[in-house]
């Protein structure tokens, strides 16, 4: 029996629990306040928002014709083929932070996955999304989980605050796409933390969490066999070497007990689906009067991104696995009956490693120069400006925001950035350096995402309470990863297209599927949704615009507000 019809036969048999939350909140509903808006007459009940993440629109336009299971159905609905993270910091948690809220990174104030805070009460002054850092974890090394950087709501809160019965539930791979886009006011919230999925402290598990982790600790302990080669996976198989590791024939055995291996491979992917699925039955989603909101993360292709690059058959071996998982988590539903609408997109794009771009007539993709690392940039200007050169600039790599020292005078300061501007201008590998108040004094940018200059994608990106002292970006096809190492050979964040393009893919039952292959973005997804369901919501609440999913004349963006 393979792993995928192993995974059928636990999606099909999971059955219906009647537990006492769910009779709870039937209760609850029954004697909800008649004053609240009704939903829209032909509103889906539960809305499954789906996040693949790294799964570029490269990717999605390359194995779209191989497909055969759920990403089959989603591009038989309302196909974006060219959605944009048109944002300039093309990482996860500002990617999952654009999702549900409708709003840019300039807004929802989640720059990067890190950034650094120097006035922060200790040692470590980079600050994680999804932390804290007020708190001190239990375990040494480890954070505090939060939402509290997000700094607007999600689509499940806006939905709650109008009716307040339905559910907002969100699970994935990584803490930070399932806080990002859950939200602050959310019922259940789990991701995968090493062994196991966990919740925020305070908040209880649901027991579907234990049976979910129960059947994954089965799998780590047994092992897997690699998966088999889809046919069209063979032309992918060519061994090619990034430094010290080689990648490009991997299938994902798994040894018995690693669980790094365990998720780096399409297996968790099938974990959070069958934790999504526990889920849809211990509450009840989508069998109540009004929307239900489901946001799942797909983590994997990310690390397999990261891990081997997206063109040897580890990615195609992913790719074919996402279409099948998804395809059991839709039959899955259809089996109980369930009115669902889905999205699926991604936080960000990716890039392939160099090494193998340099084969494939890409001789320009290149790896970022030591050089440009903040600490080698700090002891030139450091030298040239007599200003000591510890700390002098902070930032997480070769490109991004970088932060100055805090102890310099407004003048050093001033003359701190213009020599780090001028020193990395002069490097032929960055494109641009975009001080804040360059970036401050920058409208935030409006038409095709596809045709906003450099300033303009750095703006959308730029909020300015946490948002560094100046920007770099690298020219297009340089990878901000100076060396490639064991698990990470790869990366995005780049504001080029090749991370910013993303497939949105919307699909319902018996919707009639249309192609539009103009440029939208990721923020107008709750827009699109918030209309989908009825919810009513003042103009301007939303960076987006809401995308209307009927073939024909009518609309599901109801009348203009
Ligand atoms: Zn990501």
Same mark, same amino acid.
């Not at 050169?389 to 932060?403: C, I, R, T």
């Given at each position: 029996m393979t792993f995928a019809h192993k995974a059928l036969l636990l999606l099909a048999s999971l059955t219906l629990p009647c537990m006492p939350v769910a009779m709870a909140r039937d209760q609850a509903k029954a004697a909800a306040p008649a004053a609240a808006p009704a939903p829209?007459?032909?509103?889906?009940k539960l809305v499954i928002a789906i996040a693949v993440d790294q799964f570029s629109a490269d990717l999605f336009a390359q194995y779209r014709s191989h497909m055969t299971g759920g990403l089959a159905r989603l591009a038989g @609905?309302?196909?974006?083929?060219?959605?944009?993270?048109?944002?300039? #910091?093309?990482e996860t948690c500002p990617g999952h932070s654009t999702i549900l809220t409708g709003m840019r990174p300039a807004h929802t @104030?989640?720059?990067?996955n890190t950034w650094f805070?120097?006035?922060? #009460?200790?040692?470590?002054k980079a600050v994680y999304c999804?932390?804290?850092?007020t708190k001190t974890a239990a375990a040494p090394g480890d954070y505090v989980a939060s939402?509290?950087?997000?700094k607007v709501p999600t689509l499940g809160e806006r939905i709650k605050a109008v009716w307040p019965t339905s559910r907002n539930i969100a699970v994935s791979g990584k803490d930070r796409a399932a806080l990002m886009m859950g939200g602050?006011?959310?019922?259940e919230v789990y991701w995968w933390k090493g062994k196991s999925f966990v919740t925020l402290d305070g908040q209880t598990a649901s027991p579907s969490v234990g049976e979910a982790n129960a059947a994954a600790a089965a799998l780590i302990a047994s092992g897997a066999p690699a998966f088999d080669l889809p046919g069209d996976c063979a032309a992918h198989e060519r061994a090619v070497t990034a430094g010290p590791v080689t990648v490009?024939?991997?299938?994902?055995a798994l040894n018995p007990g690693d669980a790094t291996a365990f998720r780096v491979s399409p297996r968790i992917d099938r974990a959070v689906l069958e934790l999504a699925l526990r889920l849809v039955d211990a509450d009840r989603l989508?069998?109540?009067a009004t929307p239900d909101v489901l946001a799942i993360s797909l983590s994997a292709t990310d690390y397999i991104g990261h891990g081997y690059?997206?063109?040897?058959?580890e990615m195609c071996i992913q790719v074919h696995q996402i279409d099948a998982a998804l395809g059991a988590f839709f039959a899955a539903l259809d089996t109980r009956g369930i009115d669902y609408g889905v999205v699926l997109t991604a936080d960000h794009g990716g890039f392939d490693m160099p090494e193998r771009q340099n084969e494939q007539a890409m001789p320009q993709a290149q790896r970022a120069d030591v050089a440009l690392l903040p600490k080698a940039l700090s002891e030139r200007v450091g030298a040239k400006l007599g200003?000591?050169?510890?700390?002098?600039f902070v930032g997480e790599g070769a490109s991004g925001d970088v932060w100055v020292r805090t102890d310099l005078t407004p003048a050093q300061k001033t003359a701190a950035i213009a020599a780090a501007r001028d020193d990395l201008l002069?490097?032929?590998?960055?494109?641009a350096v975009f001080s804040a108040a360059e970036l401050a004094a920058t409208p935030m940018p409006t038409g095709s995402p596809e045709t906003w200059t450099p300033i303009q994608r750095a703006r959308a990106s730029?909020?300015?309470?946490?948002?560094?002292?100046f920007v770099t970006l690298l020219k297009r096809?340089?990878?901000?990863?100076?060396m490639p190492g064991p698990g990470y050979v790869a990366t995005h964040g780049s504001p080029w297209d090749y991370d910013r393009r993303v497939p949105i893919l919307f699909w319902r039952k018996g919707m009639t599927g249309f192609e539009q292959a103009s440029p939208v973005e990721t923020v107008d997804i709750a827009p699109t949704l918030a209309a989908w369901v009825g919810l009513k919501l003042p103009a301007g609440t939303f960076d987006g615009r809401c995308l209307d999913l009927d073939a024909g004349p009518g609309t599901t963006c109801g009348a203009p507000q």
């Amino acid at each position: 029996m393979t792993f995928a019809h192993k995974a059928l036969l636990l999606l099909a048999s999971l059955t219906l629990p009647c537990m006492p939350v769910a009779m709870a909140r039937d209760q609850a509903k029954a004697a909800a306040p008649a004053a609240a808006p009704a939903p829209a007459a032909d509103a889906p009940k539960l809305v499954i928002a789906i996040a693949v993440d790294q799964f570029s629109a490269d990717l999605f336009a390359q194995y779209r014709s191989h497909m055969t299971g759920g990403l089959a159905r989603l591009a038989g @609905g309302g196909v974006f083929p060219a959605g944009f993270q048109s944002h300039a #910091a093309t990482e996860t948690c500002p990617g999952h932070s654009t999702i549900l809220t409708g709003m840019r990174p300039a807004h929802t @104030g989640i720059i990067a996955n890190t950034w650094f805070d120097l006035s922060v #009460a200790r040692a470590n002054k980079a600050v994680y999304c999804a932390e804290d850092e007020t708190k001190t974890a239990a375990a040494p090394g480890d954070y505090v989980a939060s939402v509290g950087h997000l700094k607007v709501p999600t689509l499940g809160e806006r939905i709650k605050a109008v009716w307040p019965t339905s559910r907002n539930i969100a699970v994935s791979g990584k803490d930070r796409a399932a806080l990002m886009m859950g939200g602050h006011k959310i019922d259940e919230v789990y991701w995968w933390k090493g062994k196991s999925f966990v919740t925020l402290d305070g908040q209880t598990a649901s027991p579907s969490v234990g049976e979910a982790n129960a059947a994954a600790a089965a799998l780590i302990a047994s092992g897997a066999p690699a998966f088999d080669l889809p046919g069209d996976c063979a032309a992918h198989e060519r061994a090619v070497t990034a430094g010290p590791v080689t990648v490009g024939t991997g299938r994902f055995a798994l040894n018995p007990g690693d669980a790094t291996a365990f998720r780096v491979s399409p297996r968790i992917d099938r974990a959070v689906l069958e934790l999504a699925l526990r889920l849809v039955d211990a509450d009840r989603l989508g069998r109540a009067a009004t929307p239900d909101v489901l946001a799942i993360s797909l983590s994997a292709t990310d690390y397999i991104g990261h891990g081997y690059g997206t063109q040897g058959t580890e990615m195609c071996i992913q790719v074919h696995q996402i279409d099948a998982a998804l395809g059991a988590f839709f039959a899955a539903l259809d089996t109980r009956g369930i009115d669902y609408g889905v999205v699926l997109t991604a936080d960000h794009g990716g890039f392939d490693m160099p090494e193998r771009q340099n084969e494939q007539a890409m001789p320009q993709a290149q790896r970022a120069d030591v050089a440009l690392l903040p600490k080698a940039l700090s002891e030139r200007v450091g030298a040239k400006l007599g200003l000591d050169p510890k700390g002098l600039f902070v930032g997480e790599g070769a490109s991004g925001d970088v932060w100055v020292r805090t102890d310099l005078t407004p003048a050093q300061k001033t003359a701190a950035i213009a020599a780090a501007r001028d020193d990395l201008l002069a490097r032929p590998q960055v494109a641009a350096v975009f001080s804040a108040a360059e970036l401050a004094a920058t409208p935030m940018p409006t038409g095709s995402p596809e045709t906003w200059t450099p300033i303009q994608r750095a703006r959308a990106s730029y909020y300015a309470p946490v948002s560094g002292d100046f920007v770099t970006l690298l020219k297009r096809g340089v990878m901000a990863m100076p060396m490639p190492g064991p698990g990470y050979v790869a990366t995005h964040g780049s504001p080029w297209d090749y991370d910013r393009r993303v497939p949105i893919l919307f699909w319902r039952k018996g919707m009639t599927g249309f192609e539009q292959a103009s440029p939208v973005e990721t923020v107008d997804i709750a827009p699109t949704l918030a209309a989908w369901v009825g919810l009513k919501l003042p103009a301007g609440t939303f960076d987006g615009r809401c995308l209307d999913l009927d073939a024909g004349p009518g609309t599901t963006c109801g009348a203009p507000q």
